[in-house]
């Protein structure tokens, strides 16, 4: 199948290394959003990493929820300027979109929020949505971005959203805990037991685990909608699923 358009949302655990931002993975994050386009399928990127970009430049102690606001605020505008410099490179811009889950909420910002995105995306500008953690913060707590980027892909008319993890796809359990761990190729629902398990994250950085993504999955599926889940440290599968409706790993949740 051929989407028209995706939301793709990468996790702080995938753009964070060694403490910072990684170039690299942002650089092969925006080189394959650029090809996407160039197929015509149109991409909104919600991105996670404003608060590993805040505190390469002031390190203050990220258990903290005020601190974590305030490294949120400083890194956001570093983090966009990365993109933007990485986007230039292929002639194209990006832009910023601040939201909070109660955003979407209200009918009114939700349509305000959808004129101005379906403009951006004829214009051929990439939108980058993050949590506006000076004022919400759901996100920088738990889940890393999995429910809004689940809410983004309903309220702004995406097909799929792909959630790129430190994970490589769903497993039947934990695989850094149990060895004989299964790859869950495609999920069509997801029960209540599945959803009360432990969040699990992996890394400091990191806050959802395996449960808000099934949450975010199951958002999705309750309104027609698919979500992809694999890892953002290799793009091939991801590449090879959306451009060659080739399904080799990471998990489809579909109907
Ligand atoms: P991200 O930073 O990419 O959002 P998290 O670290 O928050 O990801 O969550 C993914 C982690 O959840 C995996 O690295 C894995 O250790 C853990 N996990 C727990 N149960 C499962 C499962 N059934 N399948 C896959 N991963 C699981």
Redesign the pocket.
């Known amino acids: 199948m051929k989407f028209k358009r995706v939301v793709i949302k990468v ?4 753009l964070t290394e060694n403490r910072a931002v990684s170039k690299k993975r942002m650089i092969d994050l925006v080189d394959l959003i650029a090809r996407l386009m160039e197929r015509d399928i149109e991409v909104i990127l919600v991105s996670s990493g404003a608060v590993s970009a805040g505190y390469t430049v002031l390190p203050l102690d990220k258990l903290t929820i005020g601190n974590k606001q305030v490294l949120a605020s400083i890194g956001q505008p570093l983090l966009l300027k990365m993109y933007q410099e990485k986007f230039a490179k292929y002639n194209l811009l990006c832009s910023q979109i601040l939201l909070s889950a109660a955003d979407l909420d209200s009918k009114k910002r939700t349509h305000l929020a959808q004129v101005t995105i379906d403009n951006l995306l004829k214009n051929r500008v990439v939108p980058i949505i993050n949590e506006n953690d000076v004022i919400a913060t759901e996100e920088l707590v738990f889940g ?1 971005n ?1 429910q809004l980027s689940a809410s983004v892909t309903d309220n702004f008319n995406a097909e799929l959203l792909v959630i790129l ?3 490589d ?8 805990r149990h060895s004989d ?1 299964e790859i869950r190729k495609e999920v069509s629902q997801i029960t209540d037991e599945e959803l009360k398990d432990m969040p ?4 400091e950085f ?5 449960v808000t ?1 099934l949450k975010a999955a199951k958002y999705l599926l309750d309104r027609d909608k698919q979500m992809f889940l694999s890892t ?1 440290f290799k793009l091939d599968d991801i590449e090879s699923f959306l451009l060659n409706g080739v399904h080799r790993g990471g998990t489809l949740f579909k109907k």
């Open positions: 996790g702080s655990h995938v890393d999995d993890s430190d994970i796809a769903l497993y039947t359990k934990d695989p850094r761990a699990s994250p992996n890394g990191a806050t959802g685990g395996i993504k953002g």
